[in-house]
C-alpha cells in the first residue's frame, strides 16, 4: 500500500476528489494548511492574483491506495492539476506497512 499526500491549490479540490473517486479510491482525508515551495520570497499566482510568496493556503489530501493503483492515481492527479505555473502543487508517495479495519479486522489491502 502507498500513502499519497498530495498538496494542491484549493481550487482544484472538488475536481480531484471527483478524479480519486472516479479511480476507486474508497477514502481520504484532506485538510487545509498553508505551505510554500521553492519560490518563497518570490511570486506565485494565487487566485488570479500575484503575491508575495509567504505561505499560501493549499489542500493536503491524504489517501492510501493499493500498490497496483498508485502510479494510476498520481498520474490522473498530475494531468487533472497541472497548469506548467509554479505552485501546481505535489505529491509525495510513501509506503504502508499495515492498514487496520476496526470494525472487521481486516488488514492490509483488505482493510482499505
Ligand atoms: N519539500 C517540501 N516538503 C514539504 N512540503 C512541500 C515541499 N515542497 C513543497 N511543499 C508543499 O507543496 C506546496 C506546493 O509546492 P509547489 O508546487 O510550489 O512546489 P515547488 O517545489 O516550489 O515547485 P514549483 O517550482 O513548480 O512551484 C507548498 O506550498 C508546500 O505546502
Ligand atoms: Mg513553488
Known amino acids: 500500500m502507498k500513502k499519497l499526500e498530495i ?3 484549493p481550487g482544484v479540490f472538488e475536481k480531484i476528489k471527483a478524479v ?3 479511480l476507486g479510491v474508497h477514502g481520504l482525508n484532506y485538510s487545509e494548511i498553508r505551505g510554500f515551495g521553492r519560490q518563497r520570497g518570490h511570486k506565485e499566482v494565487y487566485r488570479g492574483t500575484i ?3 509567504d505561505c499560501l493556503p493549499k489542500i493536503k489530501v491524504e489517501v492510501v491506495v493499493h500498490d497496483e493503483a498508485f502510479e494510476k492515481v498520481v498520474d490522473a492527479v498530475v494531468s487533472t492539476v497541472r497548469t506548467g505555473q509554479v505552485g501546481d502543487g505535489k505529491i509525495f508517495v510513501s509506503d504502508v506497512a499495515d492498514a487496520v479495519r476496526i470494525r472487521t ?3 492490509g489491502d483488505m482493510a482499505l
Do not use: D, H, Y
Request: charged fraction near 35%.
Open 7 to 9: 498538496i494542491i491549490k
Open 51 to 53: 503575491m508575495q510568496v
Open 105 to 107: 479486522g481486516e488488514r
Open 20 to 22: 480519486l473517486t472516479e
